[in-house]
């Protein structure tokens, strides 16, 4: 099943999910049986969820860990550092892991699905911190609404995928002879993301207008 899995997820980045059959996985991967695919996971769409969720729970473990640190640290209130800790262990995975890349590939295709995609219907287990990573943002900006900051972040998370992905299609994967621009482009990405999420609201007409 391992073999599938991982057959599914490097043919699911490079091509895109609707254009690989799940008959072209199973001959790739080595099965003899044409049904591996349907009998192990029993359709296309939970197929695709398994892939994502095995990669999904180990970055939310590690992204639990690095908010741990941040409270122990007593720096749970600097949002640049609390952006970091979130994004930080997707872009290690793509910098040490084969799998990284594909996995941003992935959720960059996947964060267009409709909600109530059943390509998304993930265990809600494997994304508990993201929630605690909602509520630590929060924190950083009492003086902001919730609702704004929520909104942002929710387009900061998927923009932040999509600029992993697109560094990868552009570079590769992350050796010695481009590990340097790697770091000083995910330093932008938490600083552009930290300036959208914490700037002022937008003035209204009244404001804007002032006194007559």
């Known amino acids: 099943m391992?073999?599938?899995l991982d057959v599914a997820e490097r043919l699911f980045a490079e091509r895109g999910i609707g254009a690989v059959s799940l008959r072209e996985i199973v001959r790739e991967s080595g099965q003899r049986n044409t049904s591996a695919a349907r009998y192990h996971f029993g359709s296309r769409a939970a197929l695709v969820v398994a892939v994502y969720e095995r990669r999904l729970a180990a970055l939310n473990l590690e992204r639990w860990r690095g908010f741990d640190r941040l409270e122990r640290a007593g720096r749970a209130d600097d949002l640049p550092a609390v952006l970091r800790a979130a994004v930080l262990?997707?872009?290690?995975a793509v910098r040490r892991t084969p799998w990284g890349g594909h996995f941003v590939m992935l959720a960059t295709?996947?964060?267009?699905r409709p909600a109530d995609s059943e390509e998304t219907r993930f265990d809600p287990a494997h994304t508990t911190s993201m929630e605690r990573f909602d509520a630590l943002v929060l924190r950083c900006l009492p003086h902001l609404p919730a609702s704004l900051v929520l909104r942002r972040l929710q387009m900061a998370r998927g923009?932040?995928?999509?600029?992993?992905?697109?560094?990868?299609?552009?570079h590769g994967p992350v050796t010695r002879s481009n590990a340097a621009r790697f770091r000083a482009d995910l330093d932008a990405l938490v600083e552009?993301?930290?300036?959208?999420?914490?700037?002022?609201?937008r003035a209204t007409a009244g404001a804007r207008e002032g006194p007559r």
């Open 2 to 4: 391992v073999a599938l």
């Open 89 to 92: 262990p997707v872009a290690d």
């Open 109 to 112: 295709e996947l964060s267009q």
């Open 159 to 170: 923009y932040s995928a999509y600029a992993l992905a697109r560094w990868v299609r552009q």
């Open 192 to 201: 552009f993301m930290g300036a959208g999420i914490a700037a002022a609201p």
